[in-house]
């Protein structure tokens, strides 16, 4: 067989795969209808496409891109769920169950209440010395005496301590509301967390105990 002919029946016999090999785009035009093309025009190639065969088969798919919004939200996602995770490792090596972040709670909530207590002692004490500098006060007023004025400096220093510590006090009981909501939301999270790595939910057994 002669060179020339091997080289004819090699051309003709790649004919078929040549028609079998061809490929199409699949998209979307502005009217929103489907168009079958060779070429697909520039501005549709962001919508998103389907690369098929002559027979219809999608060979492969090119997904839309997003849009600016789109993907400040998807990175938004992206971030929040790093943070998650971050966080569940951070409460996992702090508690081991629900029953742990209340126990917690407590403790904290039990430093904070003798914080507010110490605080309300101070108090008593500043108004016990309060009233009897006012007493003395008093005392010379009824006697037509004009108030000493150290007993006025010392009785105005006694009440700008109280309001030092009633706002200190106010803060605590804020940091209190804060705690409850903090250790709330880490509760809430370590049912999740409980359940995922325990395979069952969780059962709080401490008001039968």
């Keep these: 067989m002669s060179n020339r002919l091997i080289a004819l029946l090699l051309t ?7 028609a079998e090999a061809r490929q199409f785009f699949r998209y979307k035009d502005a009217d929103g209808q489907t168009v079958i093309n ?29 849009s600016e919004e789109e993907i400040r939200n998807r ?16 409460l996992v090596k702090l508690y081991r169950s629900p029953g742990d972040v209340d126990r917690a709670m407590r403790t904290w909530l039990s430093r904070l209440d003798m914080e507010i207590r110490l605080k309300d002692n101070r108090i ?3 108004r016990t010395e309060f009233n009897a500098l006012q007493s003395q006060a008093a005392n010379q007023e ?5 108030v000493d004025a150290e007993l006025l400096t010392q009785m105005a220093e006694i009440e700008a301590e109280i309001a030092d510590y009633q ?3 106010d803060h605590v009981e804020a940091r ?9 939301a880490d509760r809430e999270r ?20």
């Design 12 to 18: 003709l016999s790649l004919i078929p795969l040549a």
């Design 38 to 66: 060779s070429s697909i025009p520039p501005e549709f190639v962001k919508n998103g496409y389907e690369i098929i065969d002559d027979k219809g088969v999608v060979l492969r798919e090119v997904a839309p891109q997003l």
């Design 75 to 90: 990175r938004a996602e992206e971030q929040r769920v790093q943070e998650e995770r971050v966080r569940d490792a951070e």
């Design 124 to 126: 008593d004490i500043l």
């Design 142 to 146: 009824r006697a037509g005496q004009a």
């Design 167 to 169: 706002a200190e006090i």
């Design 176 to 184: 209190k509301t804060e705690a409850r909501e903090d250790f709330a």
């Design 190 to 209: 370590m049912e999740i967390i409980y359940e995922r790595l325990n395979g069952r939910p969780w059962e709080d057994t401490s008001a039968s105990n």
